[in-house]
């Protein structure tokens, strides 16, 4: 098992982990989740198909307006939210999506995190310290 940790800036405090899910390719909001069953409706995204639910969203950013947002939102209150946000640098669509979605969350990173960390790859997000800790498997 290889463990690497990133360092960066933590944006929501907490901790959480779950299995990464990393693309270069944001998420619509209003046409690409479906916020009652967690799952990436988007066509032709590499998550189409896959629920956001206990993972840990490693994106470059957010995607249209920032009614992006509010489908984390309605996905956090039925209990379908990802366990934490990974964006390398934030703007106003991922900011808001970080605090309704009450997750912890990091950007600002040292590394590329899209030539560090794999989808299934484990990550532990600590947004009180700013770091992630990767785990791989062989």
């Known amino acids: ?3 690497t940790v990133i360092k ?3 944006v929501w405090g907490g901790v ?8 270069r390719d944001t998420i619509q909001g209003w046409s690409g989740l479906d916020d009652e069953t967690g799952v990436v409706i988007e066509k032709g995204h590499p998550f189409e198909g896959l629920s956001i639910k ?8 957010g995607k249209g307006s920032n009614g992006w947002s509010s489908h984390f939102h309605t996905a956090r ?3 379908l939210a990802p366990a ?13 999506a970080v605090v309704v979605t009450k997750v912890p969350a990091v950007t ?3 590394e590329d995190v899209f030539e560090t960390i794999r989808t299934g790859d484990w990550v532990r997000v600590d947004g009180d310290s700013g770091t992630l800790e990767v785990t791989r498997e062989g």
């Open 1 to 3: 098992m290889k463990k």
């Open 16 to 23: 959480a982990e779950g299995p990464a899910m990393v693309s």
């Open 54 to 61: 206990g993972a840990v969203l490693v994106l470059s950013g």
């Open 84 to 96: 934490a946000f990974v964006f390398p640098k934030m703007d106003s669509r991922t900011g808001v």
């Open 8 to 10: 960066g800036r933590g």
């Open 108 to 110: 600002d990173l040292e």
């Open 77 to 79: 209150l039925k209990g």
